[in-house]
């Protein structure tokens, strides 16, 4: 990489946005507010993470939202009304979800199809098979769901740092950890570059495929389960249109949909740029429900701007140090 | 046989039998068409009736697809328009009411277009935008209501008839014929694929990239203004939370069904708008078929994912194996 990597524009920007915030509105800039900011968007930061592979893979998962809402309902109906104990019913969907993501890959590499449209089939399947379970929301009254939702570290001046935000800090820490240190991690970026080469240096490509797909899959279903900690209920309509959240936290975070370049700590900030974003809106709270949608659009616009903006800059300059190099 | 049936078309015109057979078995009366007041009637012309503003959008998105690019924003292009048409009806002609909203569709494709092939962004990301403010755009338009109207002109676009069929298929038949005049009886359609293709050779061998990428997405928001105003005439009113919500899903499976990548380059017209009868063909025939809407999603992904394999050079390429081996064995 020349010049400015994406990961630092990124950052550039949240903080510049951040601080922009914190300029109108002082009281943004304490624990509380942050604490809050990463509960709110624990489960985005945990479905962002899978799709970082994924999309660094060159390829993309459209059904991740779908298998969030399918994980609510199973898990409430599992624990609610068929009895299973909650444990049991978190490692059953997990192997599902797994399961399902790892058919998805399967598919993708065995009959050669397009990510995009096998996965917004599955989009559609656990969608359909969320609404066949049931369709009304079941609310979760087992007594750890509460324990686990009423957990919190306390931050100086207030802040709490909840059980689901620790989840997603580990899942992302856990996740740059397997893409930047690990063989696997290699491999992702190696099939994004260009899949006939990696295969040529002796990367398994399907093997992979179906990995990716299925830790894809698998990170879905988690946040699944910690979206129903968050709202203890399980509702088949839950995370309706969360994939494209996902992939605009992983765009924004510096990762080419072309595949071959990102990071997974990119795609965490995405996600605290989403969720700034947000939360800015909610301290204006003069915003009606219609004019909070165009502001999203105009400040979703203004980051990728400014983040266009400064990769060609950042270009410029090196284009200059070199001609002066010469 | 390879005279009567085009090569390419095969898998989508035998998907569409198979779907129209099962069809006829779920609703016998499927096949019936009765005249009536001078229009036609029955589950086919329903088909092609409702079919129409997936249609329409699939034959801009075919186009945006074939340079590479994507466009989520359709669905919400087509709330903003409808809004503008539920607005403008009662006060205004037919022909302002149009021009106003064909023209708010040529806006929001210019402003697609001007940040996928001017600022350079990733086309999925750039039309997030719009699809995020352009409800938000349409509710306002609407005030947050369901704006309803009565002018029997913009009434007569979604059911009125013409030589007995209904109006939208009329208009969706007049714009699939006028797309592929401009596009295949010039090389306009050529230097698209091109552009799709690889944009940086084409750009090299002087094809005008940007300007092709920003006249695609010009057209495929016309096009979905164009469905919005069906689709608002057709209900006479307008809701700006629902109007083409999702659609712009179904429109990228019409594109991929008739066999486009969605990596670019070749396209079909013709078999994108097959793709979009294939797909509505499906939802009427679950909801003739009596089974519960919850269904519908589950029908529709095994459907798609058939089409997909009936299409796939691997699967054909297997089944051409088994057949050998059979062969062989015998």
């Excluded at chain 1, 299973?84 to 598919?107: E, H, K, Q």
């Excluded at chain 1, 946040?223 to 309706?240: E, K």
Aim: aromatic share 6%; proline share 3%; hydrophobic share 55%.
């Amino acid at each position: 990489m020349k010049g400015l990597p994406p990961v630092l524009i990124t950052a550039i920007v949240l903080v510049a946005g951040f601080a922009a915030c914190a300029v109108q509105f002082p009281n943004i800039a304490s624990t509380r507010v942050v604490g809050n900011l990463l509960t709110d968007n624990a489960f985005l930061g945990i479905v962002a993470t899978g799709m970082t592979f994924v999309i660094i893979s060159g390829g993309i998962d459209l059904s991740v939202g779908s298998v969030i809402g399918f994980t609510t309902v199973f898990v409430a109906l599992a624990i609610e009304r068929w009895g299973v104990p909650p444990l049991v019913a978190v490692v059953a969907i997990l192997a599902l979800s797994a399961a399902f993501g790892a058919a998805m890959g399967t598919v993708i590499h065995v009959f050669d199809l397009p990510p995009f449209i096998v996965t917004l089939a599955g989009m559609f399947l656990a969608r359909g098979a969320s609404f066949l379970l049931s369709t009304e929301s079941v609310p979760i009254t087992a007594p750890i769901y509460s324990t686990v939702s009423d957990f919190a570290l306390r931050m100086p001046a207030g802040g709490r740092l909840t059980a689901i935000a620790i989840i997603m800090l580990a899942i992302v820490i856990g996740g740059a950890l397997l893409l930047h240190l690990t063989r696997f991690g290699a491999n992702v970026y190696a099939l994004g570059g260009s899949r006939t080469t990696a295969s040529l240096m002796g990367v398994a490509v399907g093997k992979m495929t179906i990995k990716i797909y299925m830790l894809s899959s698998l990170l879905a279903g988690i946040a699944g389960i910690v979206f129903s900690f968050y709202t203890s209920a399980g509702y088949s309509l839950s995370a309706v249109g969360v994939e494209l959240d996902t992939i605009a936290a992983v765009v924004i975070g510096g990762t080419l949909l072309t595949g071959g370049q990102g990071s997974v700590i990119g795609t965490f900030l995405g996600v605290l740029i989403q969720g700034l974003i947000q939360t800015y809106i909610n301290f204006d709270g003069t915003l009606s429900s219609w004019w909070t949608k165009i502001a999203t659009g105009v400040l979703l616009f203004a980051f990728i701007a400014l983040q266009q903006g400064l990769v060609v800059l950042a270009r410029r300059t090196v284009r200059k140090s070199a001609g002066a190099a010469t | 046989m390879t005279a009567l049936l085009p090569r390419r078309g095969l898998a989508q015109i035998l998907a569409l039998i198979v779907i129209l057979a099962v069809d006829r078995v779920v609703s016998p009366q499927f096949f019936d068409l009765r005249l009536q007041d001078g229009r036609l009637f029955g589950s086919l012309i329903d088909v092609l009736n409702r079919g129409t503003p997936v249609a329409l959008l699939s034959l801009g998105m075919v186009l945006v697809i074939a340079t590479r690019g994507i466009d989520l924003s359709v669905g919400a292009v087509m709330a903003i328009c409808g809004a503008i048409a539920a607005s403008l009806a009662d006060g205004h002609g037919l022909p302002v009411v149009l021009a106003a909203t064909l023209g708010a569709g040529l806006v929001c494709g210019l402003w697609n277009g001007f940040l996928v092939a001017v600022l350079g962004m990733q086309p999925i990301v750039a039309t997030l935008i719009l699809m995020v403010a352009g409800r938000g755009i349409a509710q306002l338009i609407t005030e947050g209501r369901i704006v309803t109207f009565s002018s029997p002109d913009l009434v007569w676009l979604g059911n009125g008839s013409v030589l007995g069929l209904p109006v939208p298929i009329v208009i969706a038949l007049g714009m699939l014929i006028l797309t592929g005049a401009v596009v295949r009886g010039s090389a306009l359609g050529l230097l698209i694929e091109a552009t799709g293709g690889n944009a940086r050779a084409s750009e090299l061998a002087g094809v005008g990239t940007r300007a092709m990428i920003l006249a695609v997405y010009v057209w495929c928001g016309v096009c979905a203004a164009l469905a919005g105003v069906i689709a608002a005439a057709d209900i006479m009113g307008a809701d700006a939370n629902n109007a083409g919500l999702w659609l712009e899903l179904d429109a990228i499976l019409a594109v991929v069904i008739g066999g486009t990548s969605l990596f670019g380059g070749r396209f079909s017209l013709v078999l994108a708008v097959l793709g979009a009868l294939i797909i509505q063909t499906m939802n009427t025939g679950i909801l003739l078929s009596g089974y519960p809407p919850e269904f519908n999603l589950l029908v529709k992904a095994v459907v798609v994912l058939a089409v997909l394999l009936l299409q796939s050079p691997k699967f054909s390429g297997l089944a051409g194996i088994a057949a050998r081996l059979r062969r062989t064995k015998a």
